[in-house]
């Protein structure tokens, strides 16, 4: 059973930063795709950021230039750096991995990693 366990969350205000992990339970990084996706009450869950086993990145329009993904393949934990934080970007976020090989940042975020794993989700919280 595939585990993933995020730490990091907070609150924080405007303008501030916060790093967010996602430890993989898996021992052994095999090229999947990383993820992370986010969601407020009464919206869709959106993707935020992927990361390919070939470093390729896919970001959503919002965080560019803001947000950075990056992966520590002999720990097989996923990071997202968050600068310049706004209230729109308040939301439960959750870490993602594909189920094997990664297919596609782009597949990743617009499908919602179909069929991978879930970590249970972290609370992100910018104030004014």
């Known amino acids: 059973q595939v585990s993933l366990v995020e730490s990091g969350g907070g609150a924080v205000e405007t303008g501030g930063s916060l790093t967010l992990s996602c430890k993989d339970s898996?021992?052994?990084?095999?090229?999947?795709?990383k993820g992370w996706f986010r969601q407020v009450p009464g919206k869709e869950r959106e993707g935020v950021a992927a990361?390919?086993?070939?470093?390729?990145?896919n970001y959503a329009e919002s965080v560019k230039g803001r947000f950075t993904i990056s992966l520590d393949k002999d720990k097989n934990t996923h990071y997202l750096q968050m600068n310049s934080l706004k209230p729109e970007d308040t939301g439960m976020y959750y870490c993602?991995?594909?189920?094997?090989?990664?297919?596609?940042?782009?597949?990743?975020?617009?499908?919602?990693?179909?069929?991978?794993?879930w970590g249970q989700g972290t609370q992100v919280t910018v104030s004014s």
């Open positions: 898996r021992a052994t990084y095999w090229g999947h795709c």
């Open positions: 990361l390919g086993e070939d470093g390729s990145t």
């Open positions: 993602a991995a594909s189920r094997g090989w990664c297919y596609g940042v782009t597949q990743f975020l617009s499908q919602s990693n179909p069929g991978g794993h």
